[in-house]
């Protein structure tokens, strides 16, 4: 059942309507034009607008206001009734990238810093991406329009793109790149195959090389020119780097060690960070919060029992973004693996149960990301120029009985399947 | 698992416990180490330092005051040898010369021991790295400054070390079957598998570590020249091998056959540096004269053997005979466990070798404080010294006592009562969270 009302202009419209009827089971639809009236618009770039229209044209925000003229050419949604908010963006994903491979053994055990372990800061998520991935779907169906995705694997895991979730071509996807390089420490434990490092100290240490051969490789730059290093050339492209902080001693072990890097630091992870707020407050480093709150495991046996801090942490995490907010901190969330549509809103709505208010939750998820990547620019808000990236929805996006009726990505309208938010 | 809730609560309560305070504990017998025992003795506190030794003291206004009459104030005990609160892996095992790791990286101040080793008098502990390299990582030594960040807990101004090891541990070559590697690549072993390729690794590390140290004087020379050469490529592996020989950074050498220990002190000796510890060396009673040549000292168990080949030579007698042959001892824990109680591990040297108190009391206080080079700021009651202070309800060398309050510069982390007092309430409270996390309440006589 198709639930736009063309309403007066049905009759102009005609022989685009032929043509999508032609290609309604592709459920995208790509007029030049769209405008959808009356709406409720968060903005996001200042007030609410109550009653609002939202022109979009060519994949971008034309206009938003009260007073816009609707173009001829242009299909209409009445929005009376409907809420428009910013398209969500995902701080920290897979999405659109294959579906992981085991992590390749090297062909020689690494013996040192040297051999470049479990290094792949020169590959690039823009190169990989993949547009049939069932997940953009689950991921739009949640109100996601965006995402930063990163490769997954390896120390160095390469550098992030920020991608649209729409469909159709794999270079349509790419917003901006790259976008950063994740961190991710690798702790082995029994035979270390791919060698060094295997502790956590031991990734720490390569880290902290790594960075060092970067800004020696810069000064032998300005001197003479040394054989290029695509490993060092990944880093020194990489605006940001993000290093994973999940517990307190985590977060102080990272705000410890990132002025080592001399690289912009993203935090991720988080979910300890309720002990550390004032810590946090004071050092300015942009967040991304994991929805993945911890969770007393599905299959838990008699045995696996809790202690203390962990039963804490699995109360408290999802008050994090709630104390994060107040304390006036910028943060984003990141799926963190989930995958599914019910699972992403319900990741969301913990957070707000645990005293986010909504109009933080919607800053986090869209303006607060966007300007994390240097992004604001195309991304995040309503307004004029943007990217169309809209979620559009009947009640307030976090109710659990609100169904979001479309998703614009990059103006190209989606209309979720409605069963998932049963 | 209530321990760990309990603590994470005595965590904050401490954290908030005396800043600048001045604190006095009266009428205890205090068993200074350095300065002999003082009956119905009262100690001084200010700014975290020990302001006043003696008899008699009285409390400067607003002080708290803490009776210990009957009770025995020792310095708080000091272990060399720890691998207590390091998180990720205690080991960097994967190559032989593993320098540019750093315990400092990875101490984890939430590790539940270090309030349990507290409970035990403990103040201090040179954290390790483990021994499965012949050049293991970087050490550390902390203050068991319980609820306070890892930053926080380090020992400022203590000499950094570096963690060797010789013997079994290094030359396991660890074995890589072929089944889990990709076709074609033969099953692994880590270079060396023998004693003599373990000392092979440390010459051959310092040969490099010299060149190393040449390319940077070089270069430094160019650039006070006026000069603007490209500086040679900062090496995390070679650094502070070259602060080994410039003397700014202490070897802990993990060791046990009395061979192994002649072997490091001559490569020592070859390359130009000064092994400061040795670390177990279980036969150094062999080779007592030696050690003391060299200047080393030794870091054992008071009485654990035999839990390997290299470990069945021993005697429990070594502490007493490296101490009266001039060696400086001290008796360690290398255990999660036994650094609860080093105390009574101390306590052994009397039965095995006739140390005297004081001299038992010095194997977990000034002696390895000595050894960590702190023994200016730690390892005895004394004026000016930090206030590291452990009382005990009996004496401390008895295995009857036990201790009942820890201070750390002055600042209180361990109180037995509170402890004690504490622990329903936060009973309660896990219970209330596992409710919460299973949703299935707890019957109300679960105990």
């Known amino acids: 059942m198709r639930r736009v009302r063309f309403g007066a202009r049905r009759s102009r419209c005609a022989a685009v309507v032929t043509l999508l009827a032609a290609c309604a089971s592709l459920r995208a639809e790509v007029p030049s034009a769209v405008a959808i009236r009356d709406a409720r618009v968060v903005t996001v770039a200042g007030e609410d607008l109550p009653k609002a229209t939202v022109l979009l044209r060519d994949g971008l925000i034309q206009d938003v206001g009260t007073g816009v003229a609707i173009p001829r050419d242009a299909w209409v949604i009445e929005g009376a009734g409907l809420t428009i908010y910013p398209g969500f963006i995902d701080g920290l994903s897979q999405w659109g990238l294959a579906p992981d491979s085991p992590p390749a053994v090297p062909a020689v055990r690494a013996q040192g810093p040297e051999d470049r372990p479990q290094t792949y800061s020169f590959e690039r998520a823009a190169d990989m991406l993949n547009p049939s991935d069932h997940r953009l779907e689950a991921a739009r169906g949640a109100g996601f329009t965006a995402a930063a995705t990163f490769p997954d694997r390896g120390i160095f895991e390469g550098l992030g793109a920020m991608i649209s979730l729409g469909s159709g071509n794999a270079r349509d996807m790419v917003i901006a790149q790259p976008v950063g390089q994740q961190v991710t420490f690798r702790i082995t434990r029994g035979p270390a195959r791919s060698g060094y490092p295997?502790?956590?100290?031991?990734?720490?240490?390569?880290?902290?090389?790594?960075?060092?051969?970067?800004?020696?490789?810069?000064?032998?730059?300005?001197?003479?020119?040394?054989?290029?290093?695509?490993?060092?050339?990944?880093?020194?492209?990489?605006?940001?780097?993000?290093?994973?902080?999940?517990?307190?001693?985590?977060?102080?072990?990272?705000?410890?060690?990132?002025?080592?890097?001399?690289?912009?630091?993203?935090?991720?992870?988080?979910?300890?960070?309720?002990?550390?707020?004032?810590?946090?407050?004071?050092?300015?480093?942009?967040?991304?919060?994991?929805?993945?709150?911890?969770?007393?495991?599905?299959?838990?046996?008699?045995?696996?029992?809790?202690?203390?801090?962990?039963?804490?942490?699995?109360?408290?995490?999802?008050?994090?973004?709630?104390?994060?907010?107040?304390?006036?901190?910028?943060?984003?969330?990141?799926?963190?693996?989930?995958?599914?549509?019910?699972?992403?809103?319900?990741?969301?709505?913990?957070?707000?149960?645990?005293?986010?208010?909504?109009?933080?939750?919607?800053?986090?998820?869209?303006?607060?990301?966007?300007?994390?990547?240097?992004?604001?620019?195309?991304?995040?808000?309503?307004?004029?120029?943007?990217?169309?990236?809209?979620?559009?929805?009947?009640?307030?996006?976090?109710?659990?009985?609100?169904?979001?009726?479309?998703?614009?990505?990059?103006?190209?309208?989606?209309?979720?399947?409605?069963?998932?938010?049963? | 698992m209530w321990p760990v809730c309990l603590a994470v609560l005595l965590a904050a309560a401490t954290a908030q416990l005396g800043a600048a305070e001045a604190l006095l504990i009266r009428n205890a017998t205090v068993l200074t180490v350095t300065k002999g025992t003082i009956q119905d003795g009262s100690v001084l506190v200010e700014d975290g330092k020990?302001?006043?030794?003696?008899?008699?003291?009285?409390?400067?206004?607003?002080?708290?005051?803490?009776?210990?009459?009957?009770?025995?104030?020792?310095?708080?005990?000091?272990?060399?040898?720890?691998?207590?609160?390091?998180?990720?892996?205690?080991?960097?095992?994967?190559?032989?010369?593993?320098?540019?790791?750093?315990?400092?990286?990875?101490?984890?101040?939430?590790?539940?021991?270090?309030?349990?080793?507290?409970?035990?008098?403990?103040?201090?502990?040179?954290?390790?790295?483990?021994?499965?390299?012949?050049?293991?990582?970087?050490?550390?030594?902390?203050?068991?400054?319980?609820?306070?960040?890892?930053?926080?807990?380090?020992?400022?101004?203590?000499?950094?070390?570096?963690?060797?090891?010789?013997?079994?541990?290094?030359?396991?070559?660890?074995?890589?079957p072929p089944s889990v590697l990709p076709p074609g690549r033969p099953a692994e072993r880590r270079y060396p598998g023998t004693r003599m390729g373990v000392e092979d690794v440390i010459r051959e590390s310092f040969i490099e570590a010299k060149n190393y140290q040449e390319d940077w004087q070089a270069y430094r020379l160019r650039v006070a020249r006026g000069e603007h050469p490209l500086p040679p490529r900062k090496d995390l592996r070679l650094e502070p091998l070259v602060e080994v020989l410039e003397g700014k950074r202490y070897v802990h050498a993990h060791c046990y056959r009395s061979d192994e220990i002649l072997m490091l002190l001559r490569v020592a000796d070859e390359m130009g540096f000064k092994i400061r510890t040795l670390q177990h060396a279980l036969e150094a009673y062999k080779v007592a004269r030696e050690i003391a040549e060299h200047g080393a000292s030794v870091s054992t168990f008071s009485d654990w053997w035999s839990y390997k080949i290299e470990a069945f030579d021993a005697t429990p007698y070594n502490v007493a005979i490296l101490t009266r042959k001039g060696v400086l001892v001290s008796v360690n824990s290398d255990s999660d466990e036994l650094q609860r109680h080093l105390n009574l591990e101390a306590a052994k040297s009397m039965r095995y070798g006739g140390l005297n108190e004081t001299e038992a009391l010095a194997l977990v206080t000034i002696n390895p404080a000595k050894q960590l080079g702190i023994d200016d700021k730690v390892g005895s009651i004394e004026v000016g010294k930090s206030a590291d202070l452990a009382l005990f309800d009996g004496h401390p060398l008895s295995n009857y006592s036990k201790a009942l309050r820890v201070w750390i510069d002055g600042h209180e982390y361990f109180d037995r009562d509170k402890d004690l007092e504490t622990r329903p309430d936060f009973e309660r409270k896990k219970r209330a969270l596992e409710d919460k996390d299973s949703g299935i309440p707890h019957l109300p006589t679960r105990r």
Request: glycine content about 10%; some cysteine.
């Open chain 1, 198 to 422: 295997a502790s956590l100290m031991g990734n720490i240490a390569y880290v902290r090389q790594l960075y060092l051969d970067l800004d020696h490789y810069k000064q032998a730059k300005e001197i003479h020119r040394p054989e290029y290093d695509h490993v060092l050339e990944g880093l020194a492209e990489s605006p940001r780097v993000l290093l994973p902080a999940e517990e307190a001693q985590q977060i102080d072990r990272m705000l410890n060690f990132a002025p080592e890097l001399k690289t912009p630091v993203v935090l991720y992870g988080l979910h300890e960070a309720y002990r550390r707020i004032d810590t946090l407050k004071q050092t300015h480093v942009p967040l991304l919060v994991s929805l993945k709150w911890p969770e007393k495991p599905k299959d838990a046996g008699p045995n696996d029992v809790a202690n203390y801090r962990q039963l804490l942490m699995r109360e408290q995490a999802p008050a994090v973004p709630g104390l994060l907010a107040k304390a006036g901190m910028k943060f984003g969330f990141y799926s963190d693996g989930i995958d599914t549509t019910a699972g992403l809103r319900q990741a969301v709505k913990k957070a707000i149960d645990a005293g986010l208010s909504k109009a933080d939750a919607i800053r986090a998820l869209t303006r607060n990301a966007a300007e994390i990547y240097g992004v604001a620019d195309r991304l995040g808000s309503i307004e004029r120029g943007k990217i169309a990236n809209l979620v559009i929805t009947k009640g307030d996006v976090f109710e659990e009985k609100s169904t979001i009726e479309y998703v614009f990505v990059a103006g190209r309208k989606f209309e979720p399947p409605k069963e998932v938010h049963e």
């Open chain 2, 50 to 176: 020990i302001a006043a030794v003696g008899q008699n003291l009285s409390a400067p206004a607003g002080a708290i005051v803490v009776d210990a009459s009957g009770k025995f104030l020792i310095p708080g005990i000091i272990d060399c040898h720890s691998h207590t609160a390091i998180e990720g892996g205690v080991n960097e095992g994967t190559v032989s010369d593993s320098s540019m790791v750093s315990i400092e990286d990875v101490i984890d101040p939430t590790d539940i021991n270090i309030y349990r080793a507290l409970a035990g008098g403990l103040t201090v502990s040179n954290v390790l790295h483990g021994s499965a390299n012949a050049i293991g990582g970087q050490t550390v030594v902390i203050k068991l400054r319980w609820g306070k960040t890892a930053q926080e807990m380090l020992f400022a101004g203590a000499k950094p070390g570096i963690k060797f090891a010789l013997g079994e541990n290094p030359k396991r070559q660890g074995y890589t």
